[in-house]
C-alpha cells in the first residue's frame, strides 16, 4: 500500500466530531500508515479507535493513546482539534481565554516531545488566537504553523454559486482574508463565474449584503441547523492541508499564517497563500479599497484580540516573543 509518507501524524482531539473525520480522511488520503489518535477523553477515543479498525483501512499503524508525552513523541507532523467546540449563540471570540490556555499548553507540548516537528495546522477556535499562541510556545518557525481558514472562502463560493446557479467548483477569484471570525474581510470584485468576470454577472446590489451574511455567517447556520458547529468541512479541509505539508498536492485556499511585514505586523491571519512541503507561504492581497479596508478592519480587529491575550498573561508582549519563539 502506498502512503504519501511514513512519518507519525497525531491527531489531537480524535474523539471529538472533527478529529475522529480527520482521523478517517487523512487514512482514506493514505498520508502515512504511522497515524496516533490523542485524547483525554478515554470512552470517546476508544470508541473512534474501534470505528477506525472496522474500516479496516490497508497497511494501517493506528495508536491511540491519552497521554501526551507518548503522543507528541516524535510527531513530525499535528493537527489539533483538541478545543471546545462553539456552541449556538456563542461566537468564535466567545473562546478565546479557555482555548488560548488550551493552545498554550499544546505548544508547549510540542517544544517539549517534539520540536522538529514538521507541520502543524491549528483547527480551533478562535484559530487565528490560538495558531498565535501555539506558534509562540512551541518554538518552531513560522512556515511550519497554519491555521483553518479556508472554510470562509468555500462559503463564500458556495454562497456565490447558489446566487448564480452554477457549480461551486464554476466560482474562482473569490476569497476571504483577515480574521477567521465575524471580522473577516471578504475579496469577489476579481472572482470569476466559469470564467466570467464577476461584475459582467448583474448581481442585484442589494443581495450582496446577504451573500456576505451567508459567508459570514456560515458556521453559525450550520450550528442552527444541525444543532452543532461543522466538523465535516473543517476536518477534509484540514488533512488536505497536512496533505500538502507532507509533500501531497499543493493547498492554494487560503491559509491562516504568521505574518510581519511592511503592512501587518505579528499576527496570524488568512492571506492568499501556497501549502508546500517547505511550509506556507504568503502574499499580500489584492483588491479594490473598499475590500482593502476591510481587510485593515479586520486586522485591528486580531490586533486587539491579541493585545487581550497579552493582558491576560497566555502570550508575552510582542517585544519579547523573540525570547519564547527565537524564529520570529
Not at 286 to 299: I, N, R, V
Amino acid at each position: 500500500m502506498n502512503y504519501l509518507s511514513n512519518e507519525k501524524l497525531v491527531i489531537v482531539g480524535a474523539a471529538g466530531m472533527i478529529g475522529s473525520n480527520m482521523a478517517q480522511t487523512a487514512m482514506m488520503l493514505k498520508l502515512t500508515p504511522n497515524l496516533c489518535l490523542y485524547d483525554v477523553y478515554e470512552p470517546g477515543l476508544l470508541g473512534v479507535v474501534a470505528e477506525m479498525d472496522h474500516c479496516g483501512f490497508d497497511g494501517a499503524n493506528i495508536t491511540w493513546t491519552t497521554d501526551p508525552a507518548v503522543a507528541y513523541k516524535d510527531a513530525k507532523y499535528i493537527i489539533s482539534s483538541g478545543g471546545a467546540p462553539r456552541k449556538e449563540g456563542m461566537t468564535r471570540e466567545d473562546l478565546l481565554k479557555g482555548n488560548c490556555q488550551i493552545a498554550e499548553e499544546f505548544g508547549q507540548h510540542v517544544k517539549t516531545y517534539c520540536p522538529d516537528v514538521k507541520h502543524i495546522v491549528v483547527i480551533f477556535n478562535p484559530a487565528d488566537l490560538t495558531g498565535l499562541v501555539v506558534l509562540l510556545h512551541s518554538g518552531v518557525r513560522p512556515e511550519c504553523v497554519t491555521t483553518l481558514a479556508a472554510l470562509d472562502t468555500t462559503r463564500l463560493q458556495e454562497s456565490l454559486a447558489r446566487e448564480l446557479n452554477v457549480q461551486q467548483c464554476k466560482v474562482t477569484g473569490a476569497y476571504t482574508y483577515g480574521g477567521h471570525g465575524e471580522a473577516m474581510a471578504i475579496f469577489a470584485s476579481k472572482a470569476k463565474i466559469d470564467g466570467t468576470p464577476i461584475a459582467e454577472m448583474n448581481i442585484p446590489e442589494d443581495h450582496w449584503p446577504i451573500i456576505k451574511r451567508n459567508t459570514v455567517q456560515g458556521g453559525s447556520n450550520i450550528i442552527r441547523l444541525r444543532g452543532r458547529s461543522s466538523f465535516q468541512s473543517p476536518a477534509y479541509n484540514a488533512v488536505k492541508m497536512m496533505e500538502a505539508a507532507m509533500g501531497g498536492e499543493k493547498f492554494t485556499l487560503p491559509a491562516g499564517c504568521y505574518v510581519n511585514n511592511e503592512v501587518f505586523q505579528h499576527v496570524m491571519m488568512a492571506m492568499p497563500t501556497v501549502m508546500d512541503e517547505t511550509g506556507v507561504h504568503f502574499t499580500n492581497p489584492e483588491g479594490t479599497p473598499a475590500e482593502l479596508a476591510d481587510l485593515k478592519a479586520s486586522y485591528d480587529h486580531l490586533c486587539e484580540m491579541r493585545d487581550e491575550i497579552i493582558n491576560l498573561g497566555i502570550i508575552p508582549p510582542v517585544t519579547d516573543w523573540k525570547l519564547l519563539n527565537p524564529n520570529l
